[in-house]
């Protein structure tokens, strides 16, 4: 069975920091980029990040460039987001997602399996 579980998310003040993870099985890790995303209340969902499979190359939205990062742990079947200097805008569920390429798709509307999501919530 696919699955991608998120954790880590929980309630902070502005300017805080937040560790996701995103624990993956079910499917071969190295053959899917990993993607996070995020939707808050009464929004549209937005592509925050993504790692690709055949470089490790990274992508960020514009909105949280500088202080979001990306990163995978291989032999844990793991892709981590960490959060530095949060804003109460970035509050949202937050998923990720897995995507049948090395590289990451140019849409999220192409990925193939996604979590359950994790809240966060930032406080002014």
């Known amino acids: 069975e696919v699955q991608l579980v998120e954790s880590g998310g929980g309630l902070v003040q502005a300017g805080g920091s937040l560790r996701l993870s995103c624990a993956a099985s079910?499917?071969?890790?190295?053959?899917?980029?990993i993607g996070w995303f995020r939707q808050a209340p009464g929004k549209e969902r937005e592509g925050v990040a993504c790692?690709?499979?055949?470089?490790?190359?990274?992508y960020y939205a514009d909105s949280v460039k500088g202080r979001f990062t990306i990163s995978s742990d291989n032999a844990k079947n793991t892709v981590y987001l960490q959060m530095n200097s949060l804003k109460p805008e970035d509050t949202a569920v937050y998923y990720c997602?897995?995507?049948?390429?090395?590289?990451?798709?140019?849409?999220?509307?192409?990925?193939?399996?996604w979590g359950q999501g994790t809240q966060v919530a930032v406080s002014s």
């Open positions: 079910g499917f071969t890790f190295d053959d899917y980029a």
């Open positions: 997602g897995g995507y049948y390429s090395d590289s990451c798709p140019p849409d999220d509307g192409w990925y193939d399996y």
């Open positions: 790692i690709s499979r055949s470089d490790g190359s990274t």
